[in-house]
């Protein structure tokens, strides 16, 4: 049979299972969006700007362990997408980038529309493809999703000039498998040094096991605690292992960090071994890798080779899918390290935090009181989706995590990440509790996607922190050597009641601390979408 | 300490591109890099010399095995291996001079390519610092032009990458 490039790509999709497409159309993808017009069985999200589909797809492949699928035009419309790449690079999120491109007999004269995306993005995919016979696409995609969600995962583009979406091919090839031969990922720990890392554990009397982002990528949460409980070995977090284990579990000290939780830190500069388990030791998780180093033994298990060393030279390296080796560690039994007193230290410099008093203003509410009294709230395995700036420290450092999902843009630190990212995470499961935390900045970047709330009839509760100014930058520029705040004024926002009413979504002030539990109740009660503006007084910092 | 990186890759277009924006994108130095087509029509072998710490390296290796269509990536010992640089040098000559090349160029094992009235054209095969000394013995014949290739090289013995 003959099919076109288009049909074939769509075809592709369907076979790889996929069930939705966040988007934007534009002249160039039009033979693939009209092929996909034959498939209602795949969803299709129309975003407002094109970085919101890579944000969407993103917040949709983190829930589902699935590959996230965003589609756009050539020119401005793959641009519009770089920075929902970018994001998804540097947070290692399996997802693959379509995009339309001018026709390849004119490409390079720069015609309308026409850009070099794959040469743009090539920095920031894990790999990309500009195809130049459609013949060629099955095997592409295959390769494409394929890359995307195994090894570590991230982006992988694929470039479909106009007249490769047109061209017909006779009975193409769809390969049931892929392999390929530059691309081999490490599954199996190597098992002398698995014998190590146990012993090591062992002997250790201080250790501190380090989860980042990896353990939620290899789905190895469970192997992750079951390995803590086991030894009783304390657990602190990047910003991207967040609610790995629940906020009071016993073993559990935070997030570690420029922006982290004291214990956490404290934990982590005392430590005799560090266990680091899928984390990648970038400068705002660890400030100092030189000093870690130097005062401690550390484990450093990854899936990827080049993470090892990249900014830490470990002990014992271990490299392989970080669930599997979980499992290898699991399988051996090793006596439990004799380690009760560090664990009465920590618990000591837990409770400090935990009870500790956050300041109150007339008329504003306290970022970190709104956190602790909204977690409480929430379902046992609500996801939470957080933007970027103060809203996202105080979220990380003081959201009471039960059994449910922290996402929030912690490589590339992208604003207006959280509103999209909760889009995808509905469309993936639209029954899961979800909310936004957002500041008046951030929600400014993102709020044309209110829209993608109102056509679903989705239920996302935002909560909005309005303090008039990019916080975290007015509170950079209060110190040294900067010579105070400028530029970082929100005049001219909106009303964002108003807003909200604009797409029918009902919205809730909360400026007073008395009545915020009352408030909290009401925000959670609403059927559908709600916006808590929660008014916060600019001073407001990030250590108070 | 200059090393040297051996590196088989698909033969495909837009492979060299990957390969020069993963070194710049990473901060690497690349102090020479040449390619070309193996025995295997569908790999290339790419030759770079690296000038940086040995950690510093190792990422290099790390970070290129990272791209798909790399297939094997080994730094070579500078102990044991063949590396050899080819450069081809145009520089003024006149009946007087002529000889006084044709002497230097025996004693460097260099070759005519091409010879006029007033220049000829040397050609010199061998490893990067005896080209250079070479180099650095025509200077006084005014040189026009030169080209090099960049270091292409194998490990010496019966294994192979």
Redesign the interface.
């Known amino acids: 049979m003959e099919m076109t490039g288009a049909r074939i790509l769509i075809e592709s999709l369907l076979r790889e299972g996929v069930e939705h497409i966040f988007g934007y159309a534009g002249a160039t993808i039009c033979p693939a969006v009209d092929a996909l017009k034959e498939h209602p069985e795949i969803g299709y999200t129309l975003v407002r700007t094109e970085q919101n589909a890579g944000h969407m797809a993103s917040g949709y492949a983190r829930v589902s362990g699935r590959v996230g699928v965003c589609m756009v035009t050539s020119g401005p419309g793959a641009t519009n997408l770089i920075t929902g790449v970018a994001t998804a690079y540097m947070d290692s999120i399996p997802m693959v980038a379509i995009t339309g491109q001018v026709p390849s007999s004119l490409l390079g004269r720069d015609i309308f529309q026409e850009v070099d995306i ?2 743009a993005v ?2 920031f995919t ?2 990309n493809y ?1 195809v130049k016979d459609a013949a060629r696409l099955p095997q592409v995609v295959k390769e494409a999703f394929y ?1 995307a969600s195994t090894g570590r995962p991230g982006p992988v583009l694929i470039d479909v000039p106009i007249d490769v979406q047109e061209q017909l091919v006779e009975d193409p090839d769809f390969p049931e498998s892929v392999s ?4 081999k990922p490490s599954v199996r720990g190597n098992d002398l040094q698995i014998k190590r890392v146990a012993e090591a554990i062992s002997q250790s009397r201080q250790p501190v096991i380090c989860a980042g982002g990896g353990v939620w990528l290899a789905d190895a949460q469970a192997e992750l605690v079951e390995l803590a409980e086991r030894y009783a070995i304390p657990v602190v977090k990047t910003m991207m292992g967040l609610s790995v284990l629940p906020t009071d579990h016993p073993l559990n000290l935070g997030m570690i960090g420029a922006h982290g939780n004291r214990c956490a830190n404290k934990a982590l500069a005392k430590s005799d071994l560090l266990i680091m388990v899928g984390s990648r030791v970038a400068d705002r998780a660890i400030i100092s890798p030189e000093e870690i180093q130097r005062r401690m033994a550390t484990i450093h298990i990854d899936v ?3 993470e ?3 900014n830490m ?1 470990a002990a014992i390296p271990l490299v392989g899918d970080v669930k599997v080796i979980l499992q290898q560690l699991l399988a051996l039994e090793v006596p439990a390290p004799d380690a009760a007193e560090w664990r009465e230290r920590l618990k000591g410099y837990r409770r400090a935090e935990l009870d500790r008093e956050f300041p109150r203003r007339e008329g504003s509410v306290f970022p970190g009181t709104v956190m602790r009294k909204l977690g409480r709230r929430l379902d046992d395995n609500a996801v939470v989706c957080v933007d970027v700036g103060q809203n996202q420290i105080f979220a990380c450092k003081y959201l009471p995590q039960k059994h449910g999902r922290l996402l929030t843009s912690g490589g590339l630190g992208t604003m207006g990440y959280a509103l999209p990212a909760a889009v995808g995470v509905k469309v993936a499961q639209p029954e899961r509790q979800t909310v936004v935390i957002c500041g008046d900045g951030s929600f400014q970047m993102a709020m044309n996607e209110l829209s993608a709330i109102r056509r679903a009839g989705m239920d996302i509760k935002i909560v909005l922190f309005r303090n008039h100014v990019l916080g975290l930058v007015h509170q950079i520029q209060k110190t040294a050597p900067y010579h105070g705040p400028f530029g970082v004024d929100l005049d001219g926002s909106p009303d964002f009641a108003a807003i909200a009413a604009a797409y029918g979504i009902p919205s809730l002030t909360a400026d007073d601390e008395d009545k915020l539990d009352e408030t909290l109740d009401r925000f959670l009660a609403v059927k559908g979408s709600c916006i808590l503006i929660c008014e916060v007084s600019p001073d407001v910092g990030t250590t108070d | 300490m200059k090393q040297t990186i051996s590196v088989l ?2 033969n495909q277009a ?1 492979v060299l ?2 390969i020069t ?2 070194f710049s ?1 990473r901060a690497f130095n690349i102090d020479s890099l040449a390619v070309g087509v193996t025995d295997d029509p569908t790999l290339s072998r790419i030759t770079i010399i690296v000038d940086n710490g040995n ?1 510093v390296v ?2 290099v290796e ?2 290129l ?7 094997k990536v080994r730094t070579l010992d500078e102990n044991s291996l063949i590396g050899r640089e080819l450069m081809i040098i145009k520089v003024s000559a006149n009946k007087s001079s002529r000889e006084h090349i044709m002497t230097i160029c025996s004693i460097c094992g260099a070759k005519v390519a091409d010879i006029s009235p007033t220049s000829m054209t040397l050609e010199l095969s061998d490893t990067p610092d005896r080209v250079s000394t070479f180099e650095d013995m025509m200077r006084p014949f005014n040189i026009l032009e030169v080209a090099r290739t960049g270091v292409i090289a194998l490990q010496k013995g019966g294994g192979k990458i």
């Open positions: 794959t040469g090539t920095p894990k790999h500009l890359l390929i031969r530059g691309y990827d080779p080049a090892i060393g990249k030279q | 890759v698909e837009g591109n990957r924006s993963l994108r950690s190792e990422q790390k970070q095995n990272k791209l798909v269509e790399v297939i």
